[in-house]
């Protein structure tokens, strides 16, 4: 069974920094990817930024673009997001995702929202 696990969330000001980490744990073979969501109070899940996990190719919302950086660290099995310049509609509880089954790229995964496998999300809050 894979289980996500993130960390990092917290309280910051307008044009600073956070640092969300996922770690995964189970077993996965083969093709998959990993994504960050994010849902503000009374609005949709939207795809933050995916990383397809055998390339390292990458997929950022229109909204982050060039503020936040996936990664990821093979050796610790755990996919970072480095937000940068944040800004307060960047407030959410942020997701990490694992899509194993039927994944292709990871800009259909941030556009679809799918995942087999979620964790139990983390709270990003940007203010004064």
């Known amino acids: 069974q894979v289980q996500l696990v993130e960390s990092g969330g917290g309280l910051v000001q307008p044009g600073g920094s956070l640092r969300l980490s996922c770690a995964v744990s189970?077993?996965?073979?083969?093709?998959?990817?990993i994504g960050w969501f994010r849902q503000a109070p009374g609005k949709g899940r939207e795809g933050v930024s995916c990383i397809r996990y055998g390339d390292s190719s990458t997929y950022y919302g229109d909204s982050v673009k060039g503020r936040f950086t996936i990664s990821r660290d093979n050796a610790k099995m755990t996919v970072h997001l480095q937000m940068n310049s944040l800004k307060p509609e960047d407030t959410a509880v942020y997701y990490c995702?694992?899509?194993?089954?039927?994944?292709?790229?990871?800009?259909?995964?941030?556009?679809?929202?799918?995942?087999?496998?979620w964790g139990q999300g983390t709270q990003v809050t940007v203010s004064s």
């Open positions: 189970g077993f996965i073979l083969g093709n998959y990817g």
């Open positions: 995702a694992a899509q194993i089954i039927g994944f292709t790229t990871a800009q259909r995964m941030c556009e679809t929202s799918l995942g087999d496998y």
